[in-house]
């Protein structure tokens, strides 16, 4: 592959920095250079700054004057699924509540169904489309978690199609305990010893996390910690669905358990933000979920912020509570519901998002020796794509020096 320079950026947005997650005010600082340039050899980066300063290759690629920043790394999607829940959507606008629909076998059980019945192929032509949409975002990295099959062939079904995805780099997570199935209703502990004995062991060989939906009518905390300590004797990293309904433990559980995330955390207190600080546990914030439930109860991010936590953004993309692939409109959610800078978010759908999958080395910034995932976007300010919501801005998306979309 021939070397390449990115040339004519209004801001180069490099989030250039510290080698770890970014806290406080760090989240602010961007690293932007004006007028700047990348140099690209083999897919990864190998020189970064102002154009006076690059001796430039033969060949170039004209920015014209637009943004050019890393690639979002969205780390929280459930990209493979069947079906969607359209339906559920009408009825939550006629003043159903989701806890209504699930309890009447909607949710999440409705989805597994159809899902179930889906062979592989038909599920990776429907992962492919939502790819695409991802890609067209500006999105460059995806965390993607089964949850839709709950049972050992139908989960693993889900992890192969995930192994599948291309371009946009996958990394998969378990979600085996996302619900309790059908035929397992009235049986938690039945479906608990399920997922224990027989699926986290085959699962470990196509994922690398682990994560569970903690709340108190699915997997409550004491149910939460016996899968967890399994899944870590397996050798999963952890990730979690906490708080996000009640505050009922869960972040504080993360904490205790080492989880890399707690996600969601609508409804985490105090307690919850000191614990996940002591224990360098970020946050993953879900803004598109409250949005798409109609709630109006957003994660406290400032307090996050001001307590030290490294916080993340990510699209939550799912058929039920959050069907939006655009980390822009996260990005927009950010600002104008959680007080999140226009700098910080961008921070968070980026660098820390790249720490929280342990990939901070090699993605999530604009510097010298990480692989060359970037987006040129529509705009001249990075301040306009929290500003613009609902307008697409990415023109032009690499993944590994490769133009992908």
């Known amino acids: 592959m021939s070397a390449f320079a990115v040339v004519n950026c209004s801001e180069l947005v490099t989030l250039a920095g510290p080698a770890r997650p970014r806290v406080h005010n760090e989240m602010r600082e961007l690293g932007v250079i004006r007028d700047g340039v990348i140099v690209v050899r083999d897919g990864i980066i190998t020189n970064v700054g102002p154009r006076r300063e690059i001796e430039l290759p033969t060949e170039i690629v004209d920015a014209e004057g637009k943004v050019v920043m890393p690639g ?16 559920e959507f009408e009825k939550r606008s006629s003043g159903a509540t989701y806890r209504e629909i699930s309890a009447a076998g909607g949710g999440i059980r409705s989805t597994v169904r159809k899902t179930r019945a889906a062979t592989e192929d038909e599920l990776f032509a429907a992962a492919s489309r939502y790819t695409q949409w991802f890609l067209r975002g500006g999105t460059t990295t995806i965390e993607a978690k089964s949850g839709y099959g709950l049972n050992l062939d139908a989960e693993l079904k889900l992890l192969r199609v995930i192994s599948r995805m291309g371009p946009i780099r996958a990394i998969p997570t378990f979600l085996g305990a996302h619900e309790i199935p059908d035929e397992y209703r009235g049986r938690r502990e039945d479906y608990i010893n399920l997922v224990i004995h027989e699926m986290l062991p085959a ?21 939460a910690r ?41 409804c985490t207190g105090a307690a919850g933000i000191e614990a996940m600080r002591d224990a360098r546990v970020q946050p993953v914030l879900l803004p598109g979920s409250v949005y798409a439930l109609g709630s109006k109860r957003y994660p406290d991010a400032r307090a996050m912020i001001e307590a030290g936590l490294a916080v993340v953004l990510a699209t939550d993309f799912n058929p039920g509570s959050s069907p939006t692939p655009s980390m822009q409109m996260i990005l927009s ?3 104008t519901q959680m007080k999140m800078t226009p700098a910080e978010s961008i921070t968070a759908a980026t660098i820390n998002a790249a720490y929280s999958l342990e990939r901070g080395v090699e993605i999530g910034s604009l510097e010298p020796g ?36």
Not at 73 to 85: E, K, L, Y
């Open 72 to 87: 979002f790394v969205d780390a929280h999607t459930h990209p493979v699924f069947a079906g969607n829940r359209a339906d």
């Open 203 to 223: 699962a470990r060989k196509l994922a690398e996390y682990c994560d569970i939906f903690c709340e108190p009518h699915v997997f409550p905390v004491e149910a």
């Open 226 to 266: 016996r899968i967890l300590r399994a899944a870590k004797e397996h050798g999963f990293k952890l990730r979690m669905h906490v708080d996000q309904l009640h505050n009922s433990g869960g972040a504080e559980l993360a904490a205790e358990l080492g989880a890399v995330t707690a996600d969601h955390l609508e």
């Open 333 to 335: 959610l950010a600002s």
């Open 370 to 405: 990480k692989r060359a995932d970037f987006a040129i976007h529509d705009c001249t300010d990075h301040r306009e794509l929290a500003y613009f919501f609902g307008v697409p801005s990415a023109q032009s998306v690499y993944i590994g020096g490769s133009r992908v979309a």
